[in-house]
């Protein structure tokens, strides 16, 4: 069992930046991928950027150049440094732990934090 707590979220005007953390339990948090989904309202949970536990990275393309994932494997932490944000960045942002199959959807993925709000305002 691996529980997964985010924090970082906020309110934020659009250009400024936030950045999220994930705090993993569990003491094989180094040899495993993760990644960062968000939900906006009325819409289905998507990919955001996920990082391997070699530290390769993949993004989709509407955060590509403005988001970066990242890993601390001595505090069982991944962070999501978000840059220029925009209003269609609002959303819930998890943090998830990769499991098997593909990385850019919700099925590769078996434990999930509750989810913290990015609200980006014009």
């Known amino acids: 069992q691996v529980q997964l707590v985010e924090s970082g979220g906020g309110l934020v005007q659009t250009g400024g930046s936030l950045r999220l953390s994930c705090a993993a339990s569990?003491?094989?948090?180094?040899?495993?991928?993760m990644g960062w989904f968000r939900q906006a309202p009325g819409k289905e949970r998507e990919f955001v950027a996920h990082?391997?536990?070699?530290?390769?990275?993949y993004y989709a393309d509407s955060v590509k150049g403005r988001f970066t994932i990242s890993r601390d494997n001595a505090k069982n932490t991944v962070y999501l440094q978000m840059n220029s944000l925009k209003v269609e960045d609002t959303a819930v942002y998890y943090c998830?732990?990769?499991?098997?199959?593909?990385?850019?959807?919700?099925?590769?993925?078996?434990?999930w934090g509750q989810g913290t709000q990015v609200t980006v305002s014009s």
């Open positions: 569990g003491r094989t948090f180094s040899s495993y991928g």
């Open positions: 998830a732990k990769y499991f098997r199959g593909t990385i850019y959807d919700v099925s590769g993925y078996e434990y």
């Open positions: 990082i391997s536990g070699f530290g390769r990275t």
